[in-house]
């Protein structure tokens, strides 16, 4: 053999050698843990967000039966002990995401309750919500104080969130860990549904963009939220010991809430309502210019319009005008509504006296999307069957546009509010009771 020849052999035994010296090791250091715990494919996410195990115990498999934990959400796959006291492993999995699909993630909770590790497994969206968005769950408890939601991949970050959140209502449910403390910011803006509709998608979950606030600006305001679709702000303000939840619509009317949810915008620091009020008159944009012009065209040339006050209205309705046509009186609303990809809907009605809708049209019926990309709609047939529709006769049904229904649930969404709004108005002037 030659000498070069001879060097090439010798070296590719030491290199097998190698590789055979560093799987002795990894099975020397894995197989008693395998062998308590079965599958290694099984094994390998848990060891991957706790690298640390010495073990694990199987509490939960919803696939297996016998397990003595109880209120498991569907959600969580399986819950491991770590043996030496670490903390517990899950598996979760859920279909809440944009596509329906299994979004898939392994989490690790340390012995004080928070997540020590945490890592997506399948993600079949093609929204992506980004490789941080994991990471921020790291050191939080079940309380998830510091996390929020990716814009625009709304429908799978909260999927992802409610997946821990389910991990964790699991956990303790069967006093395996504490429940973390919400802040008084949390406990507030989870009002935000019930107070202010308007800045709520189709979910249920408030859409907005927190801005940041100068330093000494303010005396009461801590946070400010801008709602994703313009309709107004979201304020959590404190006064002395107290917190509170500030909303103001796009007409700069505001209502105050208490920790508890109790509307005291009547008895409430009268200095900490005006920063607010004034604070949202300055940051507001104005649609009335667009807003008069898109109703104009939908009745007589030279019909006369007047704002009307929404003191009373949270909801997506933006606008509301009295149009008068020669000796005929209209009423006019525009609405923005989240659809696809939480983008709003901007909506335009004419409702006559009685209520019933003369005309209705869109800034931009948002239908084309990654997943209805070949979707045509017949624009003039779709408005004409709005047509006469009153509160009585809507349904909501009326709107729906089969492989676009996160769009035109957003219309359907508009239209509602519509109606509850020409009711407030015509009842009270828009003011508030």
């Known amino acids: 053999m030659k000498k070069d020849n001879f060097k090439s052999a010798l070296a590719l035994i030491l290199i097998f050698a190698v590789f055979a010296l560093i799987l002795a090791g990894v099975n020397v250091f894995t197989a008693p843990i395998i062998e308590s715990n079965g599958s290694a494919q099984e094994l390998a996410p848990l060891l991957s967000v706790m690298p640390e195990a010495k073990g694990f115990e199987t509490l939960y498999d919803v696939n ?13 796959q399986g819950i491991y002990a770590e043996t030496s006291g670490l903390g517990y492993a899950l598996r979760l999995s859920t279909t809440q995401g944009y596509t329906g699909e299994p979004i898939e993630l392994t989490m690790a909770v340390d012995a004080e309750g928070k997540i020590s590790g945490i890592e997506l497994t399948a993600y079949p969206d093609s929204k992506d919500f980004g490789a941080e968005y994991p990471g921020s769950f790291l050191g939080q408890d079940s309380a998830m104080a510091e996390v929020g939601l990716v814009a625009g991949v709304t429908y799978s970050s909260k999927a992802f969130k409610d997946a821990v959140s389910d991990g964790f209502a699991a956990l303790i449910a069967n006093g395996l860990v504490g429940a973390g403390v919400k802040s008084d910011a949390q406990l507030l803006l989870e009002q935000l549904p019930a107070v202010f509709p308007g800045m709520v998608n189709a979910e249920g979950v408030a859409q907005y963009e927190e801005r940041e606030l100068a330093g000494g600006e303010f005396t009461y305001i801590q946070q400010v939220m801008k709602a994703a679709n313009g309709c107004g702000f979201a304020y959590v303000a404190a006064d002395g010991d107290k917190s509170y939840l500030a909303v103001c619509n796009a007409q700069g009317a505001c209502r105050v809430y208490d920790a508890e949810g109790a509307d005291v915008t009547g008895s409430v620091n009268p200095s900490l309502l005006e920063e607010v009020t004034a604070d949202a008159a300055a940051n507001q944009e104005v649609f009335a210019e667009r807003e008069m012009s898109r109703l104009g065209k939908l009745v007589a040339e030279g019909a006369e319009l007047t704002a009307l006050p929404l003191d009373n209205v949270f909801s997506t309705v933006t606008g509301a005008y009295l149009i008068k046509d020669g000796g005929t009186e209209y009423y006019g609303f525009s609405a923005r509504a989240l659809g696809y990809s939480n983008l709003p809907m901007i909506c ?53 546009i089969s492989g676009a229904t996160v769009s035109s649930n957003a219309v359907a969404d508009a239209a509602t509010d519509v109606f509850d709004a020409f009711k407030t108005v015509t009842e009270n002037g828009g003011e508030g009771q």
């Open 64 to 76: 297996a039966s016998g397990s003595t934990l109880a209120e498991v959400p569907e959600t969580v």
């Open 348 to 400: 335009y009605f004419v409702l006559d006296g009685n209520g019933a809708i003369v005309a209705m049209t869109a800034e931009e019926f948002i239908l084309m999307g990654d997943y209805f990309t070949d979707y045509e709609l017949d624009e003039a047939q779709y408005k004409a069957g709005f047509a006469g529709l009153t509160a009585d006769t809507w349904t909501g049904e009326q709107a729906l």
